[in-house]
């Protein structure tokens, strides 16, 4: 399954939706992936989960809730 923007903008975070730009950017800069083809097209959720980042896995969790 392709992980896109629009996950990352409709995640449910705390009384807030969406994970910020700058820890979008931020994110993406560790752990040397593609921002630009994550907002154009996506990225498979194996590359998003490979970081092993507990936000990424909830990531991929909403982007299956969403489905």
Request: net charge neutral; no cysteine; glycine share 0%.
């Given at each position: 399954m392709l992980i896109n923007i629009q996950h990352a903008r409709t995640i449910p975070n705390g009384k807030r939706f969406g994970y910020c730009s700058y820890g979008i950017k931020r994110f993406f800069k560790l752990h040397n992936l593609d921002l630009r083809k994550f907002i154009k097209t996506g990225l498979s959720e194996e590359e998003i989960?490979?970081?092993g980042d507990i936000m990424a896995t909830k990531l991929v969790e909403w982007a299956h809730v969403r489905r």
């Open positions: 989960l490979a970081t």
